[in-house]
């Protein structure tokens, strides 16, 4: 699996991005996938994750209701749509993947294997 992440950018409070992961390797669906967010003062946090077929999702608590978390397994995509945005979204934004069991993923960042660069969020106020 090789992963790319894209779609960041800059957007003003309220506003709505699209991160896209995506895996040139075309195994994806083979893969749970997690996204995770890193500031200097927070470090790296888990944001939201996805089971390889969809079943299960996960999302942090600061998150909830505002982003979704959703794949593709024909384009080999992971997204994560994130709306209302907050100043406090702000991080750079990395997707992960893991060959765990079907149903499952990883809440822990060390746990996945796979990582794909980073992708600047960055919200003004």
């Known amino acids: 699996v090789q992963l790319q992440a894209s779609g960041g950018g800059l957007v003003q409070t309220g506003g709505s991005l699209r991160l896209s992961c995506a895996d040139s390797?075309?195994?994806?669906?083979?893969?749970?996938v997690a996204w995770f967010r890193q500031t200097p003062e927070k470090g790296r946090t888990l944001v939201a994750a996805?089971?390889?077929?969809?079943?299960?999702?996960y999302y942090a608590d600061s998150v909830k209701g505002r982003f979704t978390v959703s794949r593709d397994n024909a384009k080999n995509t992971v997204y994560l749509q994130m709306n209302s945005l907050k100043p406090e979204d702000t991080a750079v934004y990395y997707c992960?993947?893991?060959?765990?069991?079907?149903?499952?993923?990883?809440?822990?960042?060390?746990?996945?294997?796979?990582w794909g660069q980073g992708t600047l969020v960055t919200v003004s106020s």
């Open positions: 992960a993947a893991d060959p765990i069991y079907s149903g499952y993923y990883y809440t822990l960042s060390g746990e996945y294997d796979y």
């Open positions: 390797g075309r195994t994806l669906s083979k893969y749970a």
């Open positions: 996805i089971s390889r077929t969809s079943s299960s999702t």
